[in-house]
């Protein structure tokens, strides 16, 4: 069982930055990957960023490309968002994930297995 804690949320304007972190307990040892996903009110949940944990490897979404970075710090077990040039329509509930499962693409959500409790990102224009 792998529990995970978002932190960092908050209300921004337009342009700013923030940077949300994930911390993981639990099961890590069994994690394949994790995501960063976020869900505006009356619309589907939505891959932001996925990362391979052993590798590094990263996925962003096209509409975050070039304004957000997905990392990792394997010593603390913790994933990071850095959101740098935040708009009006990058507010939603983010929400940090991992899945167990090993293949597949990192940014299919039903692949997810653990899923944290989300922390809003309102961001004013």
Not at 12 to 26: K, M, P
């Given at each position: 069982q792998v529990q995970l804690v978002e932190s960092g949320g908050g209300?921004?304007?337009?342009?700013?930055?923030?940077?949300?972190?994930?911390?993981?307990?639990?099961?890590?040892?069994?994690?394949?990957g994790m995501g960063w996903f976020r869900q505006a009110p009356g619309k589907e949940?939505?891959?932001?960023a996925a990362i391979r944990w052993s590798t590094g490897a990263t996925y962003h979404a096209d509409s975050v490309k070039g304004?957000?970075?997905?990392?990792?710090?394997?010593a603390k077990n913790t994933l990071y968002l850095q959101m740098n040039s935040l708009k009006p329509?990058?507010?939603a509930v983010y929400y940090c994930a991992a899945r167990v499962?090993?293949?597949?693409s990192l940014h299919i959500l039903n692949d997810y297995d653990y899923w944290g409790?989300?922390?809003?990102?309102?961001v004013s224009s």
């Amino acid at each position: 069982q792998v529990q995970l804690v978002e932190s960092g949320g908050g209300l921004v304007q337009a342009g700013g930055s923030l940077r949300l972190s994930c911390a993981a307990s639990g099961g890590t040892s069994s994690r394949y990957g994790m995501g960063w996903f976020r869900q505006a009110p009356g619309k589907e949940r939505e891959v932001v960023a996925a990362i391979r944990w052993s590798t590094g490897a990263t996925y962003h979404a096209d509409s975050v490309k070039g304004r957000f970075t997905i990392s990792r710090d394997n010593a603390k077990n913790t994933l990071y968002l850095q959101m740098n040039s935040l708009k009006p329509e990058d507010t939603a509930v983010y929400y940090c994930a991992a899945r167990v499962h090993v293949g597949g693409s990192l940014h299919i959500l039903n692949d997810y297995d653990y899923w944290g409790q989300g922390t809003q990102v309102t961001v004013s224009s």
